[in-house]
């Protein structure tokens, strides 16, 4: 019996014994197709939502740039207003041009007995939301 176990185990020691194992006329070297399949479906299952959240990240950054840039037109087209003395407001709507973008600023004022309330909103295309919108108060003195 052990002259047996000896046999066997050089026998299982030997690479030829698996080699042996495996199925008759099948080639060990490739890919099947089947594989390769597998293997762009798993790809495709993790790349996929990857591409949609870079997607959706560079959109986010446009916005927020768009944004910024709205509120620093905002922002002067306010201080040119209140640095000046004595002049007449009215609500108006106009254009301006900031690097290579076009924003509609939309001027809206109220008088109160000297106390006015500028209201400033900036539009980009033809959306019906402002990117910004900023207010204040200027007092005249007469």
Do not use: W
Request: proline share 2%.
């Amino acid at each position: 019996m052990e002259k047996e176990y000896k046999r066997l185990r050089k026998t299982m020691k030997d690479k030829n014994f698996f080699q042996s194992l495996k199925t008759p006329g099948k080639k060990s070297k490739g890919f099947t197709l089947i594989e390769v399949l597998v293997t762009i479906v798993i790809i495709a299952i993790v790349v996929i939502p990857i591409m949609t959240v870079l997607t959706r990240g560079t959109h986010s950054s446009r916005m927020i740039s768009k944004k910024e840039r709205a509120l620093f037109v905002a922002q002067e087209e306010i201080e040119k207003i209140l640095s000046k003395k004595g002049i007449v407001l009215n609500d108006t709507v106009y254009s301006v041009k900031e690097g290579k973008s076009f924003f509609v600023v939309k001027r809206k004022t109220k008088n109160n007995e000297g106390l006015i309330t500028l209201s400033i909103e900036i539009y980009q295309d033809t959306t019906d939301t402002p990117l910004a919108r900023l207010k204040s108060l200027k007092m005249e003195m007469y």
